[in-house]
């Protein structure tokens, strides 16, 4: 394993990449409209949902998460 990787970061990203793509999965927006209110291009959140979790920092996936909170939280 390369020196610089942090195994606790890597199971913290790990952590948030699944609650958020759960909490995209139970959404009733679209992906598109996701990513727009998360202000990330459609392909950032391809890449999410795919697995890509090197292509995500911790505070990004605490961003989208907090997006897809707020979704869930507001009245229909």
Known sequence: M??????????????????????????????????????????RLSDLLAGKIEHFSVEELQSLRDTVEDDASSPP
Request: charged residues 35%; glycine residues 4%; aromatic residues 0%.
């Open 2 to 43: 390369a020196p610089d990787l942090d195994v606790r970061e890597l199971e913290k990203r790990s952590r948030l990449m699944r609650i958020v793509t759960r909490r995209i999965a139970l959404s009733e927006l679209g992906n598109r409209e996701i990513a727009q209110r998360a202000g990330i291009p459609p392909q």
